[in-house]
């Protein structure tokens, strides 16, 4: 990997492009850390695999595991594949062992029904009908109609046992080709860090006009340093972009004498920026410096004209209030903003000061600015009893306490080539989430995705990815 550590980006002619610009891939971290995902991480890094395979769709996922880990996240990776592909391969029959009723023909576009051993009408394993005999005939139970009598439901057709077979066949060995061919677009790089925030300790991209791609490496201190740091040591998160550049072949602009992280700066690929100041003048990150000295900075690691300050984030985010959990763009000129009606709600102030700037402001181009409210969860999401009793902190590392309120949004969404990936929390706006950012990003599929497993480590989608531009 080759470090610049005589220019900047914008020296050089690059800039941040926006997210929802294409991509070479993404970046992520296979969560382990035991004060940040409880008990074992097993839930978590279940659902780090839905929402990897959720962006493998259309792009690379890069999944970084320390070197010790590599085997085990093959396997998970693996295991995962078999029990949520719909029609894993191990529920295909041998051929010529066996078939599904006819009550089990999926109707069109809606994939396949796992078989069970009642189903096949005979143990697949144990027992293998006689050479040339194919299926037993179905019987009425098989068909759930009187197949003389009834005229089956839409789309579930009436076959002979052995055209089923093989209809169910084919169905189950294309689905099983469409989840190896997402599994193959994981690839898992030997790289340690201390916790699984792709987003903060991973590098942040830069792009000039004739497609080239680079690299910026910031410093990185666990959000705060010996100030208000989340945890004691983070050698490794520290060292992690500069790994990242180095496997991924990408020049590497050298910018660690700067505090910063991927989730506290937003491009809209244009030339504006969005930042807040809890975060960025925060005294944990660069105290030496003044607003206008880390605007300079911006501007000339991320090739910046403009930055828009916004005062706060998310009530109590532990990051200090990222951007990226509040505001965000969607397209050039437009973002969305994390909102609540509720005036005694906490978070009602904080949006509304950020509404206030963003309405007044202009951007790069001189284009005011569309915003839309998004709204956060209905009820507060909060850390319970059974999930603190499963973390193990260690000493110098954030304590977490029952009843304590998370800073869910459904803001931190990512914008992967072919969809928006969209928190869920089991809350009653859920779904007008996702039908919001649907009609925001037409062209996209909107992927929900229950994350809890993900905000109790302290934040979300987001958070946990981090995109390489194609250039």
């Known amino acids: 990997m080759k470090r610049n550590t005589l220019s900047t980006p914008l020296m050089d002619g690059f800039h941040m492009p926006g997210e929802y610009e294409p991509h070479r891939g993404c970046v992520m971290i296979w969560p382990v850390r035991p004060g940040s995902w409880p008990y074992g991480a097993k839930e978590a890094q279940q659902t780090f695999l839905e929402i990897a395979c959720a962006i493998a769709k259309s792009e690379m996922v890069w999944m970084l595991a320390a070197p010790e880990q590599v085997e085990n996240v093959r396997d998970a990776v693996e295991q995962y594949q078999q029990t949520h592909s719909g029609c894993p391969a ?44 194919g299926c037993p005939r179905p019987t009425i139970e098989d068909w759930g109609h009187n197949p003389a009598r009834d005229i089956p439901p839409e789309g579930r057709g009436c076959l002979p046992a052995r055209e089923e077979c093989a209809a169910m066949e084919n169905c189950l060995a294309a689905d099983v080709d469409k989840a190896q061919s997402v599994i193959s677009k994981i690839e898992i790089l030997p790289i340690g860090t201390d916790d699984a925030w792709a987003r903060d300790v991973g590098p942040t991209c830069v792009v000039n006009e004739d497609g ?92 910046a004209e403009k930055i828009i ?118 809350d009653a706006n859920d779904a007008l989430a996702v039908q919001i950012l649907g009609c925001l990003f037409p062209e996209r599929e909107t992927v929900p995705v229950y994350a809890r497993p993900v905000i ?10 981090q995109q390489i531009p194609r250039g």
């Open 212 to 303: 080239e791609v680079r690299g910026v490496d910031w410093q990185f201190n666990a959000w705060g340093g010996a100030v208000d740091g989340l945890y004691a040591h983070w050698e490794k998160d520290d060292q992690a972009a500069a790994a990242v550049c180095g496997a991924l072949g990408l020049p590497c602009y050298d910018a660690r004498d700067f505090v910063l992280e991927g989730g506290s700066i937003h491009s809209d690929g244009e030339g504006t920026v969005l930042v807040t100041e809890a975060c960025l003048l925060s005294a944990g990150r660069n105290p030496q410096m003044t607003k206008t000295e880390i605007e300079n900075t911006l501007k000339q690691y991320l090739g």
């Open 456 to 465: 109790v480590g302290g934040g979300n989608i987001h958070c946990i990815t």
């Open 309 to 426: 300050w916004l005062p706060r984030g998310i009530w109590q985010d532990e990051t200090n209030e990222h951007v990226d959990n509040i505001c965000a763009f969607v397209r050039p000129g437009e973002v969305v903003l994390a909102w609540t009606d509720e005036e005694t709600d906490p978070q009602w102030a904080l949006s509304n000061a950020s509404l206030r700037v963003l309405e007044r402001e202009t951007d790069a181009r001189g284009r005011k600015l569309t915003v839309h409210k998004l709204p956060i969860p209905a009820k507060p999401v909060c850390i319970t009893e059974e999930e603190l009793a499963g973390f193990t902190f260690e000493k110098g590392e954030d304590i977490r306490e029952a009843g304590e309120r998370l800073a869910a949004s459904y803001v931190n969404f990512y914008i992967s080539n072919g969809a928006v990936i969209v928190p869920q929390f089991g």
């Open 90 to 133: 191990r529920d295909i029959p041998p051929k010529g062992r066996g078939c599904l009723p006819a009550r089990d023909i999926p109707p069109k576009g809606r994939g396949c029904p796992r078989p069970t051993i009642e189903d096949w009408g005979h143990n697949p394993v144990r027992d293998i009908p006689p050479e040339g005999r």
